[in-house]
């Protein structure tokens, strides 16, 4: 089943450094979207990029998506402790019919930001 | 809070006991999701409901009975679970079929212990 796969599975990184986390997928996706996850609790959206677009910026988040290779990156500037959370992609594919989706997601990108 | 809400937080019960877990959502979405996350694995779609109508059903085992009463509130009835089904259980939400891009809403999950 299509899923979307993060990489790496885990990054340590300094306060102020800046994290880069990929993802691929495999088939035709209508959009693509971000997660974060704080340990043990709820998803929480970060941001979305339509398979049209090709960078999108949301404060110090930036996204890119390439279609050609399936594949999309997550880039967090000056990273912060308060960043420290799993972080994952989820693929939309084109639907079937209406305009409802399903979200398939991938394991996750363990992301520690130490003080 | 993010405006799905799910009850319990936390839950332990016995392979034989009957237990139902509640998601409710005020944020006028027409779709909702059931999704569980076990350790090291993707999250895995369960269930989804649209308007009501429950359109997906991802082989879940009959011991997992959703229930859709109306378009804000989902449950997830339980019985005969067994340890495997250990896991936190993700409630989310969506619009369908209106304003693109869009993600999810998701609830802060119920952690589930079965023993």
């Known amino acids: 089943s299509q899923q979307g796969e993060e990489d790496p599975q885990a990054l340590s990184i300094q306060e102020g450094e800046n994290a880069t986390m990929n993802c691929s997928y495999k088939t035709s996706i209508n959009n693509l979207q971000w997660y974060r996850q704080n340990s043990g609790r709820g998803l929480v959206h970060l941001i979305l990029i339509r398979s049209n677009e090709r960078e999108k910026h949301s404060g110090r988040l930036r996204v890119t998506l390439d279609t050609s290779k399936k594949s999309s990156s997550l880039l967090i500037t000056a990273s912060r402790a308060a960043d420290t959370a799993s972080y994952f992609c989820?693929?939309?594919?084109?639907?079937?019919?209406?305009?409802?989706?399903?979200?398939?997601f991938g394991k996750g990108t363990l992301l520690t930001v130490n003080p | 809070e993010t405006g799905v809400t799910q009850t319990p937080r936390h839950l332990v019960m016995g392979m034989t006991n009957k237990k139902s877990l509640k998601c409710e959502q005020h944020l006028g979405h027409n779709a909702m999701y059931w999704y569980k996350q076990s350790a090291k694995k993707p999250l895995e779609l369960m269930f989804v409901y649209n308007f009501k109508e429950q359109t997906e059903n991802n082989s879940v085992p009959s011991r997992f009975s959703p229930e859709c009463p109306n378009s804000s509130h989902l449950f997830l009835h339980l019985h005969t679970l067994q340890p495997e089904d250990s896991a936190l259980y993700l409630c989310?939400?969506?619009?369908?079929?209106?304003?693109?891009?869009?993600?999810?809403?998701f609830g802060s999950g119920t952690r589930l212990t079965v023993v």
């Open positions: 989820a693929d939309a594919p084109r639907p079937k019919g209406g305009s409802n989706y399903k979200l398939t």
């Open positions: 989310a939400s969506s619009q369908v079929g209106g304003r693109r891009g869009q993600g999810y809403t």
